[in-house]
């Protein structure tokens, strides 16, 4: 793992813009469980039935309870070390660094991080179906049915579920970010899910260079025939002694 880990520092030093895309994987050690668990459901649930818009028509109330949970679960966890090394790495980097992120948890911003992508929308946003009013409610529960403060319209998680697109204002400042980049961190994800896991292509084919892929995961996976070196350990633990070899 050394020289694997003093390769990517020193590819981290020698880069004019740095972009990171994380997943579930970075804050699997604050407690929030991943999705891809070998049953295939999602904490007992099909995806299908939480994370589509069928899914929501089909069953409100369930999906509303889903997501009530995973809201008060995400109240009680804190960002871990991984989560501050990507803070410290910002610091360091000043405007030259962008954050992308498929998680909904708002870890990163707990920890400090500014210029973070949400790419997938936020556990603590509401959009209204009724006026289209996307509202910051933090952690407050919501209930099992939720409605619109001013319309009293239907309200939905502001999440990205399976089958629709993703904003498009943040997705193409990911894209920017991904395109422009020296270097992409890819960080706790499966790279399963598309458009998110073509960011690492796009760094791949570059502006102006290819980008150098620094994998962190437990094990390899999709962006792992992407990636010119993997550091393969729980992202809290490598974060850290990556950050720590920058100069
Ligand atoms: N450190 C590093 N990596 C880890 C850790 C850890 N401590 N724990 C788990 N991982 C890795 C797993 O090996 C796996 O590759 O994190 C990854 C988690 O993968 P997924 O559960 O598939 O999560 P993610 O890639 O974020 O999913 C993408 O799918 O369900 C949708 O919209 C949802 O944003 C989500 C998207």
Not at 60 to 81: C, D, G, I, Q, S
Not at 115 to 136: D, M, Q, W
Request: some cysteine; hydrophobic content about 40%; glycine content about 10%.
């Amino acid at each position: 793992l050394h020289t694997a880990l003093d390769q990517a520092a020193l590819w981290l030093n020698a880069a004019e813009r740095v972009c990171v895309l994380t997943g579930a994987g970075v804050s699997a050690e604050s407690g929030v469980p991943t999705f891809r668990a070998s049953d295939g459901l999602w904490e007992g649930h099909r995806i299908e039935d939480v994370a589509s818009p069928g899914g929501f028509e089909r069953n409100p109330t369930l999906v509303w309870n889903f997501y009530n949970e995973r809201r008060a679960n995400v109240k009680k966890v804190a960002p871990n070390p991984g989560h501050h090394a990507l803070v410290e790495l910002e610091k360091r980097r000043g405007d030259r660094f962008t954050l992308v992120t498929q998680n909904v948890d708002g870890l990163h911003q707990a920890a400090g991080s500014r210029n973070v992508l949400e790419i997938h929308g936020s556990l603590r946003r509401t959009r209204c179906l009724g006026c289209g009013t996307v509202a910051n409610r933090e952690l407050e529960p919501l209930g099992a049915e939720p409605r619109c403060p001013q319309c009293r319209g239907q309200l939905r998680p502001d999440i990205v579920w399976f089958g629709e697109g993703l904003p498009d204002d943040v997705w193409s400042a990911a894209m920017d970010a991904a395109h422009e980049c020296h270097v992409l961190l890819v960080v706790g994800t499966s790279a399963v899910v598309h458009p998110a896991a073509s960011l690492i292509p796009i760094a791949k084919r570059g502006a102006v260079i290819p980008a150098k892929v620094i994998e962190v995961n437990l094990t390899s996976t999709e962006a792992s025939r992407y990636a010119d070196v993997g550091l393969y350990g729980p992202s809290g633990v490598v974060l850290p002694k990556l950050v720590q070899r920058l100069g």
